[in-house]
Nanobody
Framework: VQLQASGGGLVQAGGSLRLSCAAS????????MGWFRQAPGKEREFVAA????????YYADSVEGRFTISRDIAKNMVYLQMNNLKPEDTARYYC???????????????????????WGQGTLVTVSS
């Protein structure tokens, strides 16, 4: 599986960005796709996840209501629409995929880094105040 994230950049607080993740290498029907982020000096943290097959979603509390994860099955793409960005959203954003296992339609959706199997290289988002 190969994942390629793009769409990062510099934006002012209150602005919007859309990140894209191109997925290739195998079928994704059983996969969960996720976005994580890592700010300088901090640990990687979960942002959002989506079931490739059903489209069910799950969000971190810090982004709920501001970010939207979606997927385009025909294009093998996953997106993260980020609105009302805040300086604390500044980080490198990574897309990742989890093959099989527990998905987002559970009481404990996968939100830990080690629950995901493949990672993209990340794209940098900087939000200025």
């Amino acid at each position: 599986v190969q994942l390629q994230a793009s769409g990062g950049g510099l934006v002012q607080a209150g602005g919007s960005l859309r990140l894209s993740c191109a997925a290739s290498g195998r079928t994704f029907s059983t996969h969960t796709m996720g976005w994580f982020r890592q700010a300088p000096g901090k640990e990687r943290e979960f942002v959002a996840a989506i079931s490739w097959s059903s489209g069910s979603t799950y969000y971190a509390d810090s982004v709920e209501g501001r970010f939207t994860i979606s997927r385009d099955i025909a294009k093998n793409m996953v997106y993260l629409q980020m609105n009302n960005l805040k300086p604390e959203d500044t980080a490198r954003y990574y897309c990742a995929t989890r093959i099989g296992g527990v998905g987002v339609e559970t009481d404990d959706p996968p939100s830990e880094s080690d629950e995901y199997d493949f990672w993209g290289q990340g794209t940098l988002v900087t939000v200025s105040s």
